[in-house]
């Protein structure tokens, strides 16, 4: 596979980072956060951005969207963590819509499918119940009853939970003989028994605390089916850890830019400090950090895209190493601006929690390591 993207893939960059940075820049993130706004995004930018087809990129033809695969949804998370935009695109452009063209039976993608592209409805997916990325611990419960199912359980840092109109809800299907399979169920978040609390991130993005009692739900609610629940559940996962991983690479290439550009024109002892070798080491082994990283996030993305079934270990190898080189990116970043990296006025300090949220993100450095060795029979 070629680690560099296409024309087309190309012409997709370009208008995405034109239109993500003109109208989502780091200063909108602060504007949504001063404010206080109760959503924590911009209705007028989601409008925006189905507009620019991104809401239908993982969305089939069939279906109302554009057809793409993982590689472009990438290339628009890429520019959203350049500018940390406040978006839903990552849970329902990304995971959700993923997951349902993949795994999604007829009912379910005629039902979602064609208003996520058209940014009718947004998406979260609901799996974390403690502090930590623990899916192997998920108590949740689903219980067949009759023609349906009971869901019960409490969530955690459910990104954008707050404002989603479906929940994809990581359960475990209760069976006769001991602890069934986790699987998603799809749950709409005006069902009675759900209930939602949001929470403001440091970062000063959004995620939400989200409780299911006693909420019952129709038949066809599992993604995939109960015979394919438990692979559409991991591969929902991993999507989502190949597309934060991609959001992650564009906050730690646009915090190492920032700090290049700043150490160009930083005046000491009457000379730029750019000039001083010890910085130049430095941001010469960050530049190789992040290539890799990059090239190490296009194969986790072309592999979903070509190979889903044997996608999970490139998938956790590209978490794992951007998440290493963004802490290193943001690390860099504020030292090599001094002082005022850390004060609130400057965007470093920004990108350094957006950093420290998305490495946590569906298993951090150390979880995606501990899984790749047992993937690899260790």
């Known amino acids: 596979m070629a680690l560099v993207l296409n024309q ?20 909108a993130l602060r504007k949504l956060r001063d404010a206080r706004d109760t959503d924590g995004i911009s209705r007028p930018l989601w409008a925006g951005f189905a507009d620019m087809g991104f809401t239908g990129l993982l969305v089939p033809e069939a279906d109302g969207g554009l057809g793409l695969g993982f590689v472009e949804a990438g290339i628009v998370l890429e520019e959203i ?35 996520i592209a058209a940014g009718e409805i947004t ?28 869901l019960n359980g409490a969530k955690v840092f459910v990104v954008d939970g707050h404002i989603a109109d479906l929940l994809l809800v990581a359960a475990r299907l209760e069976a006769d003989a001991g602890e069934g399979d986790v699987v998603l169920a799809l749950v709409e978040a005006g069902t009675p028994g759900v209930r939602t609390e949001r929470t403001i991130m440091l970062d000063a993005h959004n995620a939400a605390g989200v409780s299911f009692d006693n909420v019952r ?41 920032r700090t290049l550009a700043y150490i160009k024109e930083r005046r000491q002892f009457d000379r730029i400090i750019g000039e001083f070798q010890a910085l130049q080491h430095r941001a010469a082994n960050l530049y190789t950090e992040l290539e890799l990283s990059r090239a190490m996030v296009m194969t986790a993305l072309q592999t979903l895209d070509t190979d889903p079934v044997d996608a999970a270990q490139a998938v956790c190898a590209a978490k794992a190493h951007v998440g290493r080189s963004a802490a290193m990116a943001v690390q860099e970043a504020v ?12 965007d470093i300090g920004l990108y350094m929690k957006r950093a420290q949220s998305l490495q946590m993100l569906l298993g951090d450095r150390g979880f995606q390591l501990e899984r790749f060795a047992r993937l690899r029979g260790f």
């Not at 695109?89 to 009912?107: K, P």
Request: glycine share 14%.
């Open 217 to 257: 739900l129709e038949g066809a609610a599992i993604v995939g089916g109960p015979a394919a629940g438990a692979q559409a559940c991991v591969g929902a996962l991993d999507i989502g850890r190949a597309l934060a991983s991609a959001e992650l690479l564009g906050v730690a290439a646009e915090a190492f830019d």
């Open 81 to 115: 963590g350049r500018n940390l935009t406040a978006s839903p695109f990552w849970a329902t452009s990304g995971v959700a819509a993923g997951t349902l063209a993949r795994w999604g039976g007829a009912d379910q993608r005629e039902r979602y499918l064609g208003r």
């Open 123 to 150: 998406a979260a997916l609901a799996v974390d119940e403690t502090a930590r990325h623990r899916p192997e611990r998920i108590q949740a419960s689903l219980r067949a009853d009759g023609d349906g199912y009971v």
């Open 335 to 346: 030292q090599m601006h001094g002082g005022m990296g850390m004060t609130d006025e400057f």
């Open 8 to 27: 087309e893939q190309t012409m997709l960059q370009d208008s995405a980072r034109s239109y993500v940075s003109e109208n989502a820049p780091p200063a």
